[in-house]
């Protein structure tokens, strides 16, 4: 079957590569337009592999899971560091406390996260797409499609037509796919809240830190830092704040062109919160860091349509606060690699689709539902409110530690689907 995959980002790629390895012709178009983006960088950094914001992504157990069925985990765990458990603490460091991340049970090379810097996972991709003959054109804006009974023909902005059985989106939060199949009224909503993202090199400027991975909050203040160790002597951060979105912050995240000023900003800014120093020295001494803007996604009862199909955060796009974005992106390749090894005959593709929504819709749902919860935990209007949150964080996640609670990682995509296939 061919597929043709729009948003080459971490998602379509994973995508592209898991259907290509079934034998299925999948080609992949992504706007980005590494000319305009060394152009607009002014001299400045540009990233030299499409899809970058700039920092780092946690892939979780259900995630890995894929990876590993791809045979691609070697190389992510190489790239990567793994990150066991991660300390939440008030700003200051105090009152530390450190949360299991690891799915007990679980094989030996997936139980624990892995943090990895999303350059290095994009290409590590992005070279499997190349082993399988995945091709992938660039500078290719998806404008317009139509569908017969039979294929799509998807148009681009520069005039471009590709054809294909599937039209899969896979592009992103602000997904033109998304918005052509269901209109304009479900579109990704800022949620008042900043960041900035930034890596550093701890070998080469002589840092330190304590842990692998800290989560400071102000609660009160509305702020939080997070800091994840990416490898041996590279540190990737986030910095959060409710403000109004940079002006520099675009929706392909370019990083900063005048990195001297805003690392210096940054670090004073996080001094003042009062941020332990090991910490806003690693931001005074980043090498790039990327503004965004933080969007959340209104859920649709649907992710497909006749011959197109949405996928990742074109889907579900949510808040970044249970970390599982691109988890459960990646557990969307895994139930589409199996359906379509079920129903490998182009006309079942409906049963696929169907399948693909039964298990999908509520999964996905209900970690965008989480984590809006969780990200209303982490700010809070009066001191009575913080210290009620800080209680029930602190609940949650120990909880979680004595096994009370299941983990969120600890969802498995194939038996969740062979348990929807019993049912029907
Ligand atoms: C600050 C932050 C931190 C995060 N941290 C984590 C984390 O630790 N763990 C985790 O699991 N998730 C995390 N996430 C979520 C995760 O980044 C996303 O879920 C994941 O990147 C989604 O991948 P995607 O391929 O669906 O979309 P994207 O990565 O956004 O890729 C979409 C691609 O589509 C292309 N595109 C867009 N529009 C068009 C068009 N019209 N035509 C053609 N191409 C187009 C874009 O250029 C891009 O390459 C975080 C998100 C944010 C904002």
């Known amino acids: 079957m061919q597929f043709v995959i729009v948003g080459a980002g971490l998602v379509g790629a994973s995508l592209a590569v898991a259907l290509a390895q079934e034998g299925h012709e999948c080609i992949l178009h992504d706007r980005f337009d590494m000319v305009e983006a060394a152009v607009q960088a002014k001299g400045g950094l540009v990233t030299v592999s499409f899809?970058?914001?700039?920092?780092?992504?946690?892939?979780?157990?259900?995630?890995?899971?894929?990876?590993?069925?791809?045979g691609i985990l070697q190389q992510v765990l190489d790239a990567g560091l793994i990150s066991p458990t991660v300390c939440t603490s008030k700003m200051d460091g105090t009152k530390p406390l450190r949360?299991?991340?690891?799915?007990?049970?679980?094989?030996?090379?997936?139980?624990?996260?892995?943090?990895?810097?999303?350059?290095?996972?994009?290409?590590?991709?992005?070279k499997a797409c190349d082993a399988v003959g995945v091709r992938c054109f660039t500078g290719k804006k998806l404008?317009?499609?139509t569908q017969t009974p039979d294929s799509v023909e998807c148009r681009f902005e520069d005039g471009f037509v590709a054809h294909g059985d599937f039209l899969i989106g896979a592009d992103g939060v602000h997904s033109a796919t998304r918005k052509l199949l269901f209109g304009q009224d479900k579109v990704a909503q800022f949620t008042g809240v900043v960041g900035y993202l930034g890596c550093v090199d701890l070998k080469a400027n002589s840092l330190t830190v304590d842990h692998p991975t800290t989560f400071h909050v102000d609660r009160l203040s509305k702020c939080e830092?997070?800091?994840?160790?990416?490898?041996?002597d590279k540190l990737a951060w986030r910095v959060t704040e409710y403000a109004e979105p940079?002006?520099?912050?675009t929706d392909s995240w370019r990083a900063y062109s005048n990195l001297p000023k805003e690392s210096e900003r940054l670090a004073n800014m996080v001094e003042k919160w009062g941020l332990p120093q090991m910490y806003v020295e690693c931001i005074r001494k980043s090498y790039r860091?990327?503004?965004?803007?933080?969007?959340?996604?209104?859920d649709i009862p649907k992710f497909c349509d006749g011959r197109v199909l949405l996928i990742g955060d074109a889907a579900h796009g949510m808040r970044p606060n249970f970390g599982q974005g691109l988890s459960l992106g990646l557990e969307d390749v895994g139930t589409l690699r199996e359906l379509f090894k079920m129903f490998p005959e182009p006309a079942d593709y409906k049963k696929v689709f169907d399948l693909y929504e039964k298990t999908r819709i509520p999964r996905t749902h209900n970690i965008a539902g989480r984590s809006r919860g969780m990200a209303a935990t982490v700010y809070a209007d009066t001191p009575m409110r913080a210290n009620l949150s800080h209680f029930k964080t602190r609940l949650f996640y120990l909880s979680m530690n004595w096994g009370l609670l299941p983990h969120p990682n600890a969802f498995n995509y194939e038996e969740a689907l062979a348990a929807a296939i019993k049912e029907v």
């Not at 899809?51 to 791809?70: E, F, P, S, Y």
């Open 51 to 70: 899809g970058d914001v700039g920092g780092h992504v946690m892939i979780q157990t259900n995630g890995l899971r894929i990876l590993k069925r791809m």
């Open 99 to 126: 949360v299991n991340m690891f799915v007990e049970g679980e094989d030996d090379d997936i139980k624990n996260p892995v943090q990895i810097l999303r350059t290095l996972l994009h290409n590590i991709l992005m």
């Open 143 to 145: 404008v317009a499609f």
């Open 225 to 232: 830092v997070v800091m994840f160790r990416v490898s041996e």
């Open 246 to 249: 940079d002006t520099e912050a």
């Open 289 to 298: 860091i990327t503004p965004v803007t933080i969007y959340d996604l209104p």
